[in-house]
């Protein structure tokens, strides 16, 4: 029937890694209310846990209180301005904070419809019929640099300045996020998930993982194990959505 609402279920999973002393990344989601965020934060001592943990409640929050009458893209950008907002005037007020910065991607689903936001190098994919693919872009120095063709995807993996990102969460007063939408299908599963997930795995391996049509809290807990068996080098983060029917 096209009449009837589709719906989303979830699983998340997030984990500090081997090598790091903190887990600096932070996840939420609400199924209901069809949001769901994955942050990766940065700063010294304790200010990226702060970054990420404040873009996830003020996203998270904003998009649950949405009005419904507002269009999607509009509430996605007015809930990205807020946690913007959030974490640039705290570490104006707290010198310790000072340029603490996060990256988000979330995801808004109103029924059939399905709304990406991206700021920074955490990522966006869909699988569909077996094969993932990234929908969002990284804003990051070497992919740019990889989409102008000044250098190649491997150069970019193993290139000293490959954490340098372009866009960040509240280290300036504005922000502007890539915002876009796609129409889900029955069976499309979405990944949002940080850097410590995309260093450590090709997207053949974690798409392999992905069509393997477990439980979303398996697939999650897989992926987890999978990035802490290949190096474990950073934090990391994955958040599954499944369109049910
Ligand atoms: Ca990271």
């Known amino acids: 029937m096209d009449t009837a609402l589709v719906h989303y279920s979830a699983a998340a999973a997030t984990d500090r890694g081997r090598k790091r002393p903190t887990n600096e990344d932070a996840y939420g989601f609400s199924v209901e209310h069809g949001v769901f965020v994955v942050c990766d934060g940065m700063g010294g001592a304790a200010a990226g846990e702060i970054a990420s943990s404040l873009a996830v409640d003020e996203a998270l929050a904003r998009l649950k209180s949405r009005n419904l009458a507002i269009d999607p893209p509009l509430a996605a950008e007015e809930a990205v301005a807020a946690a913007n907002h959030a974490i640039f005037s705290r570490s104006q007020r707290n010198p310790r904070l000072s340029g603490m910065g996060t990256t988000l991607v ?133 958040l599954l959505v499944r369109v049910e029917n």
């Open 106 to 238: 979330g995801l808004l689903a109103e029924d059939r419809r399905v709304w990406f936001l991206n700021v920074g190098d955490s990522r966006g994919y869909r699988l569909r019929d077996q094969r993932l693919e990234q929908i969002t872009l990284d804003h990051s120095l070497v992919e740019e640099q990889v989409r102008l063709g000044r250098m190649t995807h491997a150069e970019a993996l193993r290139s000293p300045l490959r954490n340098v990102i372009t866009r960040a969460l509240g280290t300036q007063t504005q922000i502007t996020p890539d915002i876009f939408s796609l129409q889900a299908a029955p069976g499309d599963l979405f990944l949002l998930c940080t850097d410590g997930l995309t260093r450590e795995l090709t997207d053949a391996e974690i798409q392999a993982t992905l069509a393997s049509n477990l439980p979303l809290e398996h697939l999650c807990a897989q992926l987890v194990h999978a990035a802490k068996k290949a190096g474990g080098s950073d934090n990391i983060t994955c």
